[in-house]
């Protein structure tokens, strides 16, 4: 990048903002910043941060079920697609209801 180039970026991003949706931090503003300690959040910020953690926790945990299922009923590896696919899931409901089908009546 010419100095030019740059002595015109660097006088952008010194510039105040004229739009109506609050100040924007550009790289000029957040250099040299420290971060801050946890103790010093907000508690809903950490409730916040716990809930995402235990979201992101339990997505993967759907993720490897569903791959497992997809393994167990059509008997392949899950790719890439299949946890997105309907034609997959379609499938996998054909084969548990076939399963369901030629099972045994319950005698309770």
Do not use: F
């Not at 180039?5 to 004229?18: A, F, G, I, M, V």
């Not at 899931?89 to 099972?103: G, I, P, T």
Request: charge should be negative; glycine fraction near 6%.
């Amino acid at each position: 990048m010419p100095s030019s180039d740059r002595e015109n970026l660097l006088e952008r991003e010194l510039e105040p903002s004229s739009g109506a949706e609050g100040p924007v931090l550009t790289g000029y503003e957040v250099r040299g910043a420290t971060p801050v300690r946890m103790n010093q959040y907000d508690p809903e910020a950490e409730v916040a941060l716990g809930s995402t953690i235990i979201n992101t926790v339990w997505a993967w945990i759907d993720r490897i079920r569903m791959c497992l299922k997809i393994k167990k009923d059509l008997g392949r590896k899950a790719a890439q697609g299949d946890l997105t696919s309907i034609d997959t899931w379609m499938k996998v409901d054909e084969v548990e209801q076939r399963k369901e089908s030629h099972k045994p009546p319950r005698l309770d």
